[in-house]
């Protein structure tokens, strides 16, 4: 085998490993999304844009922006069915001083990480300033999240966030992804851990 079918080989084994990546994590929310509905506050996926997630990406050429090719973090939240209305395909969560979300980021690479891994639990005392006009509801800020995610998600234990267009708190725990297999796993690192941080709050 020569060393451009081996180059050939090495390409096609990294595509198809990282699209069966992201095959796994669609599947990991969609079970999160189905055992959160089944709880007393009837969780549903908030769709800021349809029904997927929030994420910070770009094709731009500049070698700045050449990192963002790859999808290495991202994010969705779940809202109780009633704080929420869906008008076509897009919820519109309204901000107010009771609003708390489960909020579930799952950071695939990152420079300080030691392995892929999955953040869960509660966002609250969600607020609005009154300069952010674009900011009209929740689903707005889950992309204002992604481009802020190094100051957002400095202390994940402890969110005390603000800027001049938004505050909020928050509390995560952090998962190996690795560890998280099936439906078991799913309830015991990612739902009660976050159900118990949205109830505590």
């Not at 709880?39 to 050449?66: A, H």
């Not at 939240?77 to 001083?97: A, M, R, S």
């Not at 030691?114 to 009209?136: D, F, T």
Request: glycine share 4%; hydrophobic share 35%; charged share 30%.
């Amino acid at each position: 085998m020569t060393a451009e079918d081996q180059l050939i080989d090495q390409t096609k084994l990294a595509f198809d490993f990282l699209q069966k990546l992201y095959l796994e994590v669609s599947y990991l929310i969609k079970e999160t999304e189905g055992l959160l509905y089944e709880e007393e506050e009837r969780f549903v996926i908030g769709k800021p844009s349809g029904y997927g997630i929030s994420s910070r990406s770009s094709t731009g050429l500049e070698s700045n922006n050449i990192g963002l090719w790859l999808l290495r973090k991202f994010a969705v939240f779940f809202v109780p069915e009633n704080k929420t209305t869906l008008k076509k395909g897009q919820t519109v969560t309204p901000i107010d001083k009771k609003l708390k979300v489960i909020y579930l980021r799952i950071v695939l690479n990152d420079k300080d990480l030691a392995y892929p891994a999955v953040y869960s639990g509660v966002l609250y005392n969600i607020q609005q300033k009154q300069r952010a006009e674009r900011i009209k509801k929740f689903e707005n800020m889950m992309v204002h999240f992604q481009y802020k995610d190094p100051k957002v998600f400095v202390n994940f234990k402890k969110i005390d966030y603000e800027d001049p267009l938004i505050k909020c708190k928050g509390e995560l725990v952090r998962t190996n992804l690795f560890m998280i297999t099936d439906s078991e796993s799913i309830l015991n690192k990612i739902i009660r851990p976050s159900l118990n941080l949205y109830r505590k709050h």
